[in-house]
């Protein structure tokens, strides 16, 4: 099983609908958690920290859950530039620090 | 202000050859990661360096390796190319200590013939 998991879709979604993807992690010293896009052929970049009380940005809402070991990306509105690959990111808190890196989920929004 | 580069983009090897990328950080972050993306697959982590000393390693044989200068750029190098080590090498840096927030170059490209 590995550590941390994303179903890897596509999602296709209608522009202007709501959109939310979990992610699952194996491991319970992880202490940090993250939500990084891909674009096609482009380097990841940072989305979103995930924070214990959750957070939101704009149109970003992201939620951690401890006890089941799982975070949550919403998205609200969802333009045609959303589409992307969501990559969910795991920091291990115990000896072996280090990120952990979901295989990413797949979003084509449709015009 | 000037984002992570890597550099070369491309590089094209034949099998058994040695392979050298370079990367430079986001000025006055400290750590550099590199990262292997095999086309259509998930990061794969490979290295980490921080202030000079490399304080974790990925599940890769020992003929990735690598080193980080003074000055916080760092090279990485792969011996003995085999074809699956084609893929998009990745460098992010942070600050050190914040290993959550990284920021990436663009990647190079290694092509294995």
């Known amino acids: 099983r590995k550590e941390v998991e994303q179903d890897p879709g596509p999602f296709n979604v209608p522009e202007g609908a709501t959109v939310a993807f979990n992610c699952t992690y194996s491991?319970?010293?992880?202490?940090?958690f993250f939500w990084y896009r891909q674009d096609c052929r482009k380097e990841p970049k940072l989305l979103m920290s995930v924070y214990s009380s959750g957070n939101e940005d704009g149109r970003f809402t992201a939620q951690l859950n401890r006890a089941s070991q799982y975070i949550s990306l919403l998205i609200r509105d969802s333009k045609l530039s959303d589409s992307a690959t969501y990559l969910c990111v795991v920091l291990r808190g115990d000896s072996n620090y280090q990120l952990i890196w979901g295989a990413g989920t797949k979003l084509i929004i449709k015009p | 202000e000037a984002g992570v580069t890597q550099s070369p983009t491309h590089l094209i090897k034949t099998r058994g050859q040695q392979a050298t990328l370079r990367c430079s950080p986001i000025?006055?972050?400290?750590?550099v990661y590199w990262y292997q993306q095999a086309l259509g697959l998930g990061l794969q982590f490979l290295l980490w360096?921080?202030?000079?000393?490399?304080?974790n390693r990925g599940n890769f044989p020992p003929r990735f390796s690598g080193r980080q200068f003074p000055n916080y750029s760092s090279e990485l190098n792969v011996n003995a190319l085999e074809l699956e080590d084609s893929a998009l090498y990745l460098c992010?840096?942070?600050?050190?200590?914040?290993?959550?927030?990284?920021?990436f170059g663009p990647g190079t490209r290694l092509t294995v013939l």
């Open positions: 491991n319970s010293a992880s202490q940090s």
């Open positions: 992010a840096s942070s600050f050190s200590g914040g290993a959550g927030e990284q920021f």
């Open positions: 360096y921080d202030e000079g000393e490399e304080r």
């Open positions: 000025s006055g972050h400290t750590s």
